[in-house]
């Protein structure tokens, strides 16, 4: 199974772009990079996904490097509300029964 | 709102009590989930449900115990439950269980286990 690499911590300031940055490695050609956040004692929230190319949607762009061994989620103008953990997942499994598997992410804090 | 709803929010009970959680989704998704989340640990997956069967059990204790009655819902049977089993009680569900789904969960259940 592929697993990720993530900073502990970060910290940006309002209104800046953050780039939380993820290493994997390991992955395989037909798995995919999936970010998701969690703000304090909630459920996490889907952010974004992607195999091959680059991402972007309302929330926030993912950029995957050519050889997939990393990649890196861009909050293009961070808020106070945007202070989470946020989890770079590589999806396993075999078959068709693919987990969804959550290690211990990046804390972002947004600062005034 | 996510469209995966927990009940209830926050739940308190004695070692001997016995108590289901309740999650419930209308987003017309096949596989749902359950996740445990302690305090400073990482999510654990718990239980995988796919159109109502149940897929994976991931070595949890017998005092835990799933009900998927229909692809809508899915229940948490509680009972004779420790003080460590306190923690956040996430459920989760996604179109299937292929590759390339999303999950959507729901903001969890607080049990404390006293």
């Known amino acids: 199974d592929a697993k990720t690499t993530q900073p502990t911590s970060m910290d940006c300031a309002e209104g800046r772009a953050a780039n939380l940055p993820c290493n994997h490695s390991?992955?395989?050609?037909?798995?995919?990079v999936y970010w998701y956040r969690q703000i304090h004692s909630q459920g996490p929230q889907y952010i974004i996904h992607?195999?091959?190319n680059n991402e972007t949607n309302e929330m926030a762009s993912l950029i995957i490097t050519e050889d997939r061994k990393s990649s890196t989620l861009i909050l293009p103008h961070a808020t106070l509300r945007d202070t989470a953990v946020y989890y770079c997942?590589?999806?396993?499994?075999?078959?068709?029964?693919?987990?969804?598997?959550f290690g211990k992410g990046t804390l972002l804090t947004v600062n005034p | 709102e996510t469209g995966v709803t927990q009940t209830p929010r926050h739940l308190v009970m004695g070692m001997t009590n016995k108590k289901s959680l309740k999650c419930e989704q209308h987003?017309?998704?096949?596989?749902m989930y359950w996740y445990k989340q302690s305090a400073k640990k990482p999510l654990e997956l718990m239980f995988v449900?796919?159109?109502?069967?149940?897929?994976e059990n991931n070595s949890v204790p017998s005092r835990f115990s799933p009900e998927c009655p229909n692809s809508s819902h899915l229940f948490l049977h509680l009972h004779t439950l420790q003080p460590e089993d306190s923690a956040l009680y996430l459920c989760?569900?996604?179109?299937?269980?292929?590759?390339?789904?999303?999950?959507?969960f729901g903001s969890g259940t607080r049990l404390t286990v006293v």
């Open positions: 997942i590589v999806r396993v499994g075999r078959g068709s029964n693919y987990k969804l598997t």
């Open positions: 989760a569900s996604s179109q299937d269980l292929g590759q390339g789904y999303g999950y959507t």
């Open positions: 449900y796919s159109l109502e069967e149940r897929v």
């Open positions: 390991t992955i395989s050609g037909n798995e995919y």
């Open positions: 992607g195999l091959k």
């Open positions: 987003l017309g998704h096949n596989a």
